[in-house]
């Protein structure tokens, strides 16, 4: 992906940024800075930097399992934000940069520090192509040259620590804000691509670098409507005969690992049960031969009654927007098949995404 190119000003450099990335620092240092622009911000301590950092990658790291690399500062921070602020992993951007805003845990300061050292200096190399080994001897030898170059996107304070901000330089505030569209885009590009290669097995990383979104399954919550008007069926989980009343959608394999709304892993329960499900995994041994019978029963349904106008409009509905490979539309729903074919399909679908997420890191869940 190319960024727009300014004769004013070094974008060649700029492009080279994220060069040979080991780690994830630069990436999310840099997003910040260009959140920070957005707002019109052009000091900003390195605290808040930091903050914003952290608060960026906390979904990718406590809500999807995805990981950082091998010894990435910055999910270790987030694991230690995670263990000593009981924030819940879907918590709002704004409730994270408030808790953190505020914390004064020596660990978390000292994981701050850590992160602090390296990345605000090194990520403007690619600007400095003379730059000699001895002005990364220590701090103050490499702010002091770095605050004499002409062509940097930013600058230093002088104040110390923490404390210390960057000081953003017009012109580049201004191409930024310009281009902001293209920039965004850039960036997410290069993190999926970063987070796509520490993550080979984990599908839908593009979904996974932004909060959790309210997620629309009107058509399949009408589909099991009709399901549950048509026939007796029970809940998975409480064994407890499915109402009209309380209605609630789960992905039986948590959203946050697989990324998608198929329907072959969408099964009613209430609201109750869901949300203290959450995103954990649901025993296999216990809940899967139920999820099979349930699902089974609506495929009997479908396939035996096409006299029963609603659920057929219902399950046309999900099949065009909830079933997106032809290949599992037909061997899940588009044939005749007896119950343990049924269940051998639907295991040879989900059973490896089960036992991925679990390797990931995703919890086991039980409601007995």
């Known amino acids: 992906m190319q960024l727009p190119e300014n004769k004013k000003l070094n974008t060649q450099g700029l492009a080279r940024i994220f060069d040979n990335m080991s780690e994830s620092y630069k990436i999310f240092w840099f997003k910040a800075m260009v959140e920070h622009i957005a707002a019109g911000e052009l000091k900003v301590s390195f605290e808040a930097m930091i903050n914003n950092m952290i608060k960026n990658a906390w979904y990718m790291v406590s809500e999807f399992r995805l990981n950082l690399g091998p010894s990435d500062t910055l999910e270790k921070a987030v694991k230690y934000l995670s263990e000593i602020s009981g924030l819940k992993s879907s918590e709002k951007p704004e409730i994270i940069l408030q808790f953190l805003d505020s914390a004064d845990d020596k660990r978390l300061l000292e994981l701050k520090r850590t992160l602090s050292l390296n990345v605000p200096y090194r990520l403007q190399v690619p600007f400095m192509p003379t730059i000699t080994s001895k002005i990364w001897r220590n701090i103050t030898s490499a702010t002091q040259y770095i605050n004499m170059q002409d062509e940097l996107i930013y600058q230093f304070s002088e104040e110390k620590g923490l404390s210390k901000s960057i000081l953003i330089k017009d012109e580049w505030a201004d191409y930024i804000k310009a281009n902001l569209g293209i920039i965004t885009g850039w960036i997410d590009y290069n993190l999926i691509t970063y987070l796509q290669r520490r993550n080979p097995s984990v599908p839908g990383i593009s979904n996974k670098i ?39 959608i789960d992905h039986f394999i948590p959203w946050s690992y697989v990324a998608h709304d198929e329907l072959w892993n969408l099964v009613p329960t209430t609201k109750g049960v869901n949300s203290s499900k959450n995103n954990r995994l649901p025993k296999w041994d216990i809940y899967f031969p139920r999820l099979c019978n349930v699902e089974y029963s609506a495929y009997q349904l479908v396939q035996e009654y ?35 074919c049924f269940s051998n399909q639907l295991r040879e679908l989900l059973l490896p995404a089960y036992e991925s997420a679990k390797n990931l890191g995703f919890a086991e869940w039980s409601i007995e």
């Open 210 to 248: 932004y909060p959790p979104q309210e997620r629309n399954l009107t058509a399949v919550k009408a589909y099991w409507k009709a399901v549950i008007t048509a026939s007796k069926i029970q809940n998975i989980y409480t064994g407890e005969p499915m109402t009209m009343r309380d209605v609630s």
């Open 306 to 340: 096409d006299h029963m106008k609603d659920l057929q409009r219902a399950i046309s509905k999900c099949m065009r927007d909830h079933v997106n490979d032809d290949d599992v539309r037909y061997r899940l729903y588009g044939r005749k098949q007896t119950r343990e």
